[in-house]
């Protein structure tokens, strides 16, 4: 059973860049036809999708956060990696890791995040 | 790209059955049949319980149903019991990915 595990500093001040990395265990990351994406969520506030990757490297990011976000992929170690520059406050939120499924098993298109990781809360402040 | 709307909270006691809105647009949820949707205790992760508009993963109880009509879709919760107050989100593709805002649901 694939697990994700979210990681990386909890506090991070304004204007730098926030970096989490997101571990997965139980299968490998190349296996199967998954993305892997990058969803938070501000304390009491709705879900954000943030971006996705494929294990080839291919991107895909929300607009309103393009130009800050940068989403990379280590197949050797299993792990991707989420870095948005320049934050502000407004990026205080916990992000989570999940796997985007995008074709299922009689190898239909489809489009779901599942499993996800446990989140970890990231604090932008000086 | 804006959220999904969906109401701020719903409500119905044991054994009754509520239903939750997610209205896009035709560039979202009117425009695919790739509407999920995504339970979330407090403190905890989202939780799978459908996708592709109605199809229910393994493990998830028949009591939960979901549908769409041109670019609202809906998740149906029927037989309401305790453990399934919690909050519910939509998402939708729309070339990305749009979530809703979020319902509430409480059991009385």
């Known amino acids: 059973q694939v697990q994700l595990q979210e990681s990386g500093p909890g506090l991070v001040k304004p204007s730098q860049t926030l970096s989490l990395t997101c571990t997965v265990s139980g299968g490998s990351i190349s296996s199967g036809s998954y993305y892997w994406s990058w969803i938070r969520q501000p304390a009491g506030k709705g879900l954000e999708w943030i971006g996705r990757?494929?294990?080839?490297?291919?991107?895909n990011y929300n607009p309103s956060l393009k130009s800050r976000v940068t989403i990379s992929v280590d197949t050797s170690k299993n792990q991707f990696s989420l870095k948005l520059s320049s934050v502000t406050a407004a990026d205080t939120a916990v992000y989570y890791c999940?796997?985007?499924?995008?074709?299922?098993?009689?190898?239909?298109?489809?489009?779901?995040?599942?499993?996800w990781g446990q989140g970890t809360l990231v604090t932008v402040s000086s | 790209q804006s959220a999904l709307t969906q109401p701020r909270s719903v409500s119905g006691s044991p054994g009754q059955s509520v239903t939750i809105s997610c209205t896009g647009t035709s560039s979202d949820v009117g425009g695919y049949n790739y509407v999920s949707w995504y339970q979330q205790h407090p403190g905890k992760a989202p939780k799978l319980m459908i996708y592709d508009v109605s199809k229910r993963p393994s493990g998830v109880p028949d009591r939960f149903s979901g549908s769409k009509s041109g670019n609202t879709a809906s998740l149906t919760i029927s037989g309401l019991q305790a453990e399934d107050e919690a909050d519910y989100y939509c998402?939708?593709?729309?070339?990305?990915?749009?979530f809703g805002t979020g319902t509430k649901v409480t059991v009385l």
């Open positions: 990757i494929y294990t080839s490297g291919s991107t």
């Open positions: 998402c939708s593709y729309a070339g990305s990915y749009v």
């Open positions: 999940a796997r985007l499924v995008v074709v299922n098993e009689a190898q239909q298109p489809t489009r779901w995040f599942d499993p």
